[in-house]
């Protein structure tokens, strides 16, 4: 499928793009003003003046959303992430036995309880993930396979929320055969998660995993999964940067955008500051000194506004793997 082709042209429909500044705070700042003006789109209809007015499944529907989309829930799913990718460093290692605790390397004690150790507690974290995400993944199924006809109540074109609104969420703008597709795998991924962590409750020990027929199932679930969420989130990633790279200044930048660009501002403003300073003809004025300062604290608000931006934008996106 050509993103190009699919998933912008339908966001296109709803917003016509502009072009951006040559000039680094000017285009800053007009980024900033655009997707401000942009994020009040979706309440210009109110949920009070939809036709049908929400149901009480929406109801609850957003209740439940809404209940996952808090600070401590975020920093909670960061930590579970961190610890993902710690133990998951700690489980390839034993598994290829980068270990010094016993010999054979690959199959002692106590590296084997360690193993099962890691494996298990690797699932749990995967599960919450799973079951965390499980709101946002089922409302999004909802939305986009709601029928045709009468029974179509919310428009699930692109550039529309949940409620058929017109929304500026990165998310919604991807086109809607390729959010099916995502979904149907995030559910599938969910599913085999609690396949997979079943397996685990039943050959608990390492024993157990590493004897047929617990070989066939622990592994087979565990592979299942993991694709599923790799499709998923390839595809999710490559259709939300081709929407980026299209319309740059209708969507806010990644974080990893936003810090490369701040970071270059800090360097070239130092640089200027060091070869000045280093010119004993023509000493550093301090205008020069002040407007330094000035450019830096311009950066560091433009930083933090493209942070709270971004965030803003892909609170869906994030919702589908529990964060």
């Known amino acids: 499928m050509d993103i190009t082709n699919g998933d912008v042209a339908a966001t296109q429909q709803h917003h016509d793009a502009t072009k951006r500044s040559d000039h680094d705070d000017s285009s800053s700042n ?86 099962n150790f890691s494996i298990q507690f690797l699932n749990v974290l995967f599960t919450y993930l799973a079951t965390v995400s499980l709101p946002w993944r089922l409302s999004n199924t909802a939305h986009l396979f709601n029928g045709s006809g009468k029974h179509n109540r919310r428009s699930s074109d692109a550039g529309l929320d949940l409620y058929g609104r017109p929304t500026e969420k990165i998310w919604y703008h991807i086109s809607q055969s390729r ?23 039943i050959y608990y020990s390492f024993e157990l995993q590493n004897v047929f027929p617990g070989t066939l199932w622990t592994n087979l679930f565990f592979m299942l999964s993991m694709m599923c969420a790799t499709v998923a989130g390839v595809l999710q990633i490559h259709a939300e940067m081709g929407l980026r790279k299209v ?69 869906p996106s994030l919702g589908l793997w529990g964060l």
């Open 179 to 201: 959010r099916r597709i995502i979904v149907f795998f995030l559910i599938l991924n969910s599913l085999t998660q609690y396949a997979n962590q079943a397996t685990r409750i």
């Open 247 to 315: 319309h740059p200044e209708r969507f806010p930048p990644t974080l990893f955008e936003t810090l490369g660009e701040y970071l270059t501002k800090v360097r070239n403003i130092r640089r200027r500051t060091r070869e000045e300073g280093g010119d004993e003809e023509e000493p550093t004025r301090d205008g020069d000194v002040e407007e330094d300062r000035r450019k830096l604290e311009r950066g560091r608000s433009f930083f933090v506004r493209n942070i709270h931006s971004f965030f803003s934008n892909v609170e």
């Open 30 to 115: 007009q980024n900033q003003s655009i997707h401000d003006d942009d994020v009040s789109v979706s309440s210009i209809i109110t949920l009070s003046e939809l036709d049908p007015p929400p149901s009480r499944s929406e109801i609850l529907r957003d209740k439940w959303l809404e209940s996952l989309s808090g600070k401590i829930h975020f920093r909670v799913g960061v930590t579970v992430m961190a610890l993902i990718i710690i133990d998951g460093a700690f489980f390839f290692f034993l598994l290829v036995g980068a270990q010094n605790m016993c010999t054979p390397r690959t199959n002692c004690n106590p590296r084997n309880w360690w193993y």
